[in-house]
């Protein structure tokens, strides 16, 4: 008997339409560095180095993980793409650059053309907060590997900063402010203890959960016309204790002051219903501050940020009080 690649569920057609029902999507993000349109093998994009006597790369790559259990419940998945730009255009500003473009990687058990179209809307309504240009991407129907009704969601950022711009960790200093810029909710880290605390929420609950992840890019870039910024922390997974050192330069520490943020109703419940310790909490959630800026003690009213913490000599770590 004849065998297609349609019989071992790969529906090529489907494809070709998730194509053309994403095809404005894609292109509400074209900045003017773009060239060609979608459908080519690879995405070309001309950068704009005027002024720059040092331009260089930074890219960064990540995923939803596993908040996209909760599109799956919901069925809701036009904002996970806000979540998989957030992710990886937030770590790029982290180096001082700013974004250029995006690609997405969507793996799934079966393609729906709906899906994908809706979850690709996500992705560029990310891309347009970030700046960035959606200049390719792949969608692998995959049986056997995912259900059906789920899906993996990818994505790659590359910006570019001049070397000079570039935020160095060697210009840090004690008695720097450290600003807790606000996040908008769990943002796409942590979910699989909190999905372990709340196995079937409630839809208000889940649609809570499921709020997309900040993106920073027109705030820094807002932060560094009134001050100068010396460095930034994306808290994602291991929170605070994990990511706040990572900008420091060795004998540096930071000390931190969480009461100077209210911490969000999301995550006391978090803590309240999982019995998770306060430390734990720190060492997983973001806890209301989703980036982490650095700046010279001088300029921190000025910033317009709550100084949530302060730069001192000692261990790379910070220290909760």
């Known amino acids: 008997m004849n065998q297609s690649y349609k019989d071992a569920g790969v529906d090529v057609e489907a494809g070709y339409r998730g194509v053309e029902l994403m095809r404005e999507s894609v292109r509400s993000t074209f900045t003017k560095g773009v060239l060609g349109d979608i459908g080519g093998?690879?995405?070309?994009?001309?950068?704009?180095?005027?002024?720059?006597k040092h331009p260089v790369l930074v890219s960064g790559t990540d995923s939803v993980g596993t908040k996209l259990k909760l599109a799956f419940m919901l069925d809701k998945h036009d904002t996970v793409g806000v979540d998989c730009v957030a992710m990886c255009a937030n770590d790029v500003l982290c180096a001082g650059a700013t974004p250029l473009f995006f690609l997405d990687y969507i793996g799934c058990g079966k393609n729906v053309p709906e899906r994908i179209a809706e979850l690709v809307s996500g992705v560029a309504e990310g891309c347009r907060q970030a700046g960035a240009a959606l200049i390719g991407g792949e969608t692998a129907e995959l049986p056997g590997l995912y259900a059906e009704d789920e899906y993996d969601l990818v994505g790659f950022c590359t910006g570019v900063v001049d070397y000079e711009s570039r935020l160095d960790p060697s210009q840090i200093r004690p008695g720097d402010a450290l600003l807790g810029l606000p996040s908008s909710g769990l943002?796409?880290?942590?979910?699989?203890l909190y999905r372990k605390i709340f196995p079937n929420p409630s839809r208000e609950l889940a649609l809570e959960m499921l709020t997309p992840t900040r993106i920073y890019v027109s705030d820094v870039a807002a932060l560094r016309q009134r001050v100068a910024v010396k460095g930034l922390a994306h808290i994602t997974g291991g929170g605070w204790i994990e990511n706040i050192p990572r900008m420091l330069p060795g004998g540096m520490t930071a000390v931190m002051n969480p009461r100077a943020v209210e911490t969000p109703e999301i995550f006391k419940r978090v803590m309240q219903d999982g019995r998770v310790p306060l430390e734990d909490m720190y060492n997983t959630a973001n806890m209301g501050v989703g980036l982490v800026a650095c700046v010279a003690p001088q300029d921190a009213e000025k910033a317009g940020f709550p100084v949530i913490g302060t730069v001192a000599e000692g261990a790379r770590k910070i220290t909760l009080w």
């Not at 690879?42 to 720059?52: A, R, S, V």
């Open 187 to 192: 943002h796409s880290n942590g979910f699989s």
């Open 41 to 52: 093998f690879g995405g070309m994009f001309e950068p704009d180095l005027t002024g720059m």
